[in-house]
């Protein structure tokens, strides 16, 4: 859910401060001066500039931009990547191939860490830029972005990770970590859908996607989504130390209450792993089935990733850790928030267990 003091800011910049920000009049400098407030917010939160920000519609945008602003500025070369991206990495990584360009896929082990050695040996002459996920959507894997940063930046190669799910569960310094893109979005934190950043550092040159006009320092036409920008910021501010160490807690508590059922798996690290992540696998049930019973409970769930949870194909993820499909099938994920109470946690674990007993004196596969 967005965080209702983040949807009452966003609602004064809907009704009453609705200038354009490349507007001389009063009305768009007022919303300039509030679209670069909210620049500073976020470049102060990862210890950037505010002019290595630049504004996108979410973080498929954000990877999308960093990664084909990079190719295309080269306009041939390798680039490496790992087999539990995102969607939005991998798809516009392997449609790179059809331009010209080649690619190697990083393998991970079974609780989801990229094989470092690989990456290593998978460096070439040509190779042009090195895009690792800072921590994973589906599993919670959180990768050694650091030590990935410095095998790029010692070998001159760009880097870029999708910090999507990380952002706002885990510091980010850009200056520490030697990264030289990162993708970042606001819904992951209670902000809006709609809204991302790209973080380019200072002197990296990409092409831009969006011809137009000149905005976000001549890289992303188009006007500014100054209510998602402003609620964004907001998101950043309202998200507390102290919200992170509640997650963790509630999460251990979900995942050893699961984990008492007969004849599960965590998905992923019990340490290194995001603090509101909880990827299960339940033998001789389909995780789609046990998300039908826990939505009638009113207790939202996922079968894998979100932007691939229509699909019948076992998640991308969870095959890559050497899951068989059918463990891949019967897996749920549940995620928790800064406003999710012990109280619900306790629910589910009142519920879950029911729903799983019925499924399997159900089931064919038992």
Do not use: W
Request: with cysteine.
């Amino acid at each position: 859910m967005v965080d209702p003091k983040v949807a009452d800011k966003i609602m004064i910049y809907m009704t009453e401060k609705y200038g354009n920000a490349s507007s001389l009049h009063q009305k768009g400098q007022e919303t300039k001066m509030a679209l670069e407030e909210s620049r500073l917010v976020i470049a102060k939160s990862i210890n950037s500039k505010p002019s290595e920000i630049v504004f996108t519609s979410g973080g498929s945008e954000a990877n999308n931009l960093a990664i084909k602003g990079v190719a295309y500025m080269h306009k041939k070369g390798h680039i490496i990547t790992s087999a539990i991206e995102h969607p939005s990495v991998l798809e516009t990584v392997k449609g790179l191939k059809d331009q010209g360009f080649d690619f190697s896929i990083i393998k991970v082990d079974k609780d989801g860490f990229i094989d470092i050695e690989q990456l290593k040996n998978e460096i070439r002459n040509d190779t042009i830029l090195v895009s690792i996920m800072h921590a994973n959507n589906e599993i919670g894997t959180i990768q050694d972005i650091e030590l990935i940063g410095k095998i790029c930046k010692d070998k001159k190669i760009l880097s870029h990770t999708d910090a999507v799910q990380s952002y706002s569960k885990i510091p980010i310094d850009v200056k520490k970590i030697n990264v030289d893109l990162v993708s970042l979005n606001a819904h992951k934190l209670h902000g809006p859908k709609g809204i991302g950043v790209l973080f380019i550092k200072e002197g990296t040159k990409i092409k831009r996607l969006i011809d137009g006009g000149n905005q976000e320092i001549k890289l992303r036409a188009g006007t500014e989504n100054i209510p998602g920008i402003v609620g964004f910021a907001e998101a950043v501010k309202s998200i507390s130390n102290s919200d992170i160490k509640r997650m963790e807690k509630l999460r251990d508590k979900l995942i050893d209450g699961i984990l008492k059922i007969k004849d599960t798996r965590l998905n992923g690290p019990r340490e290194k792993r995001l603090c509101n992540n909880v990827n299960i696998s339940f033998k001789f049930v389909e995780g789609e089935a046990i998300g039908g019973y826990l939505d009638a409970e009113g207790i939202c769930s996922s079968t894998g990733s979100a932007c691939s949870s229509k699909s019948l194909e076992p998640s991308h993820v969870l095959m890559a850790l050497g899951l068989k499909e059918e463990d891949a099938h019967g897996s749920l994920r549940l995620t928790l928030g800064k406003f999710t109470t012990e109280k619900e946690i306790d629910f589910v674990l009142q519920k879950l267990p029911g729903i799983i007993e019925k499924l399997r004196r159900m089931s064919p596969f038992k």
